[in-house]
């Protein structure tokens, strides 16, 4: 018996227990509208250490034709990537470049078509998006929202790209260094199990790697613990002087996965074992010496 909980804001949604279920079918797939960006650029990249120059600031929308990628890649390093997916649950790779454009300024392209040829675009800006002071502490963050599309797949609405952790210290290499890259969608998935966590909260597995919450077990406490009727099975039951039950964790936990230990004295077992098997000898005897004066006696009336 538990609570029933919200999967997607993960809050109980009544106070009414009721009797756990795990949903059977398969988990619905989830469009991205959120990626969080963290890392460090380089104040000095890789295209500067080589001579190569930067790129002048775009507006978003603006693309970079596959002939024009060469000079593009030179003037450009890596963002990393990750994947995103469309409303349908289908994957896409999110490949993403910085572009230096004056100091302490940069812009964010992405991979829009991996297949492009000649004038066709292949980058596209996601325009202005961040600015760092002479510390490297990053003074402004563009808002950036657009619909990705990816080798004609489109996330069907705006994503929003947080880069509030992003920073812009020294680095030898002059590379991007990736803290982390996370998005909110994912694909469809079936269920593989559940499980369970010590503070009572059970969740669905999924073949995605996904787990939703599904429900608090409802933990119930008594103000007369002590007056609860024991029932069979290790149960007990509520009585007039242990009062009604007060659901709620009150600082407990669950032990998950956990065996019992034996709760037998193996010492003081062993001594009723002896004394047993001593009384049933004893009681053989008794047995077999009673046939044998019954023998004896047959025999005498003979």
Not at 223 to 245: C, F, H, I
Request: a negative charge; zero cysteines; proline letters at 4%.
């Amino acid at each position: 018996m538990g609570y029933a909980i919200d999967p997607i804001s993960g809050n109980v949604k009544d106070g009414v227990v009721k009797t756990i279920q795990i949903p059977t079918t398969d988990l619905a797939p989830a469009t991205t509208t959120a990626i969080d960006y963290e890392g460090n650029l380089p104040v000095t990249p890789t295209n500067e250490l080589q001579s190569k120059g930067s790129l002048a600031a775009t507006v978003a929308g603006a693309t970079v034709t596959a002939a024009n990628e060469s000079t593009f890649l030179d003037k450009t390093i890596s963002g990393g990537s990750l994947t995103v997916y469309d409303p349908s649950g289908t994957a896409m790779n999110l490949q993403l470049r910085w572009a230096k454009t004056g100091s302490g300024q940069w812009d964010l392209y992405y991979m829009s078509n991996s297949t492009a040829t000649g004038t066709n675009p292949k980058w596209t800006s996601l325009g202005p998006s961040a600015t760092f002071n002479a510390s490297g502490k990053l003074t402004s963050a563009s808002p950036l929202n657009a619909t990705l599309t990816i080798d004609g797949k489109t996330t069907g609405g705006a994503v929003a790209i947080t880069l509030a952790n992003v920073s812009q210290y020294g680095d030898t290499n002059g590379v991007f260094r990736q803290s982390s890259i996370s998005q909110d969608g994912h694909s469809s998935a079936s269920l593989t199990g559940m499980e369970i966590g010590t503070q009572g909260r059970v969740y669905a597995k999924y073949s995605n790697g996904m787990q939703m919450p599904v429900a608090d077990i409802a933990i119930a406490h008594f103000n007369g613990e002590e007056a609860l009727k024991r029932g069979d099975g290790g149960a007990y039951e509520v009585s007039d002087q242990s009062g009604e039950p007060i659901y709620g964790m009150n600082g407990s936990s669950i032990m998950v996965g956990g065996v019992e230990g034996s709760n037998a004295d193996i010492s003081q077992e062993f001594t009723r074992m002896i004394a047993t098997q001593q009384a049933y000898s004893a009681n053989a005897k008794v047995i077999s010496t009673a046939q044998e004066m019954m023998t004896e006696a047959v025999n005498v009336i003979r």
